[in-house]
């Protein structure tokens, strides 16, 4: 008879981004495991085997009978991710007993021969093709991720848009696709932050998709109509080479005060209270498989300015204030000042705002990773 341990259904999931980062993967991996921390009933069931590169991160949920964390890197051995992700992690997870890895980082472990959930996105296949891009990524992704594509045992989309486009990009069939869309935070009580002057806000990563260079051209061309406005940017500067400190620096000069103000990163509280207060989020991406953070700031009644995209469409409906052409900044400028001005449609968007956060929380993304790992392991 096999002993209760040997009856847990053993799943790994790959951890790293959430050591150091706040943003993209790292959230979408933390919200999952805090959903999952709250139902202990699982550890009759399943044990999760959580793989870290260098080391564990403070986060109490992680805490839970549920887990298992798992340092990867041997000591006096070089931290490395490629080691981490494609030899100790591999290696650790035979030995742990898994029967499924959860990849979220876009690639597959071509030593991995068990069951596998890899979640993909169209982006990754426009960096494997960006000169911009460093050699040694677009080596990787273009490896890694292709055959993620190839020989996973399932493929997770995080839009319906998302799942065509990676069917077509990667020849994948939909019959290997999963489509599980992200999540938005319940509204909390805040208290403490606050900004006196009006300000549009821009949260994430600043890649050259985001269009964050563009967006900012657009802020200072229509600044003198709006005293007092303010451009607040939360994320790393993304573009290769980096540009917004100088562009920022720049903007402020010609302005005369400091009208762009930027940090690297903030505490979820604080992002919170900044949503709270903000006029409006920018987040004018061209390409995007879901694109959380105007998603999140709606949560707190702020509409968005995002691109008119497929998935954008499909996330938002007409409840946001569409960019037609987003790689140029006189397009932007009509969409912030629209934004800005027309309290009709603010209030409208307002008004809408709870049916569309409906369909994306956490919790209904987690109940849906667990129906996708209940019908692969």
Known sequence: MLKDSEKLIRIGIECESTEEDTYGVSRMVRKLLEQLALRPELAKTHRFYLYFKRRVPDFPFLNSPLFVKVVTTPKRFPISFNLHYHVWMVARAYRDGVRMLYLPAYQLPLLWFRKSLVMLTEDIWREMRNPRVPFRYRISYSIFSNWAAMAATRIMAISSTSAQNLARLFHIS??????????????RELHGLTRTQPYLLYVGQAFERRRLKETLEA?????????GLQFVIIGPDKYQPPLIRSLTTAI??????????????????????????AQAVAYISSTEAFGLPPLEALAYGAPAIIADTDVSREIFGDDAFYVTQPDHSDSIAQALRAALTGNGKRESIRQHAPAVLSRYTWQTHADRFLKIISDIA
Not at 219 to 227: K, L, R, V
Not at 262 to 274: G, P
């Open 219 to 227: 802020f200072e061309s229509i600044a003198s109509d709006f005293p």
């Open 252 to 277: 402020n000069d010609r302005l005369g005060r400091d009208a762009v103000v930027h940090f690297e990163r903030v505490n979820d509280q604080e992002l919170a209270l900044l949503y709270r207060n």
């Open 174 to 187: 939909p019959s290997r696709i999963v489509v599980n869309p992200l999540g938005v935070e319940p509204v």
